[in-house]
C-alpha cells in the first residue's frame, strides 16, 4: 500500500510541475509578444492616412478643430 501511494504523489507531482511550465511559457510567450509589438515603431501608409499597428491598419484620427480666434 505505501508504494502504491508513492505513486499517486509522484504522479500529482509530476502534473503540477508540469502545468508550472505551460503557465510559466504562454505567460512569457505573451509578456514577449506584448512587449515586441509596443517597441516596433509604427507604419504608415503612403497618403498618411492610415498606420498599421503589428496586425491591421487603422485610420489616424482628424486632429480637433482650432478654436474660433476673437
Request: net charge positive.
Amino acid at each position: 500500500m505505501i508504494g502504491l501511494h508513492f505513486a499517486y504523489l509522484v504522479i500529482l507531482l509530476l502534473f503540477v510541475v508540469a502545468a508550472a511550465v505551460v503557465v510559466a511559457v504562454v505567460l512569457l510567450t505573451v509578456n514577449h509578444s506584448s512587449r515586441s509589438l509596443a517597441s516596433r515603431p509604427s507604419v504608415l501608409s503612403p497618403d498618411g492616412r492610415w498606420w498599421w499597428d503589428g496586425r491591421e491598419w487603422k485610420p489616424i484620427p482628424e486632429p480637433p478643430p482650432s478654436p474660433p480666434s476673437t
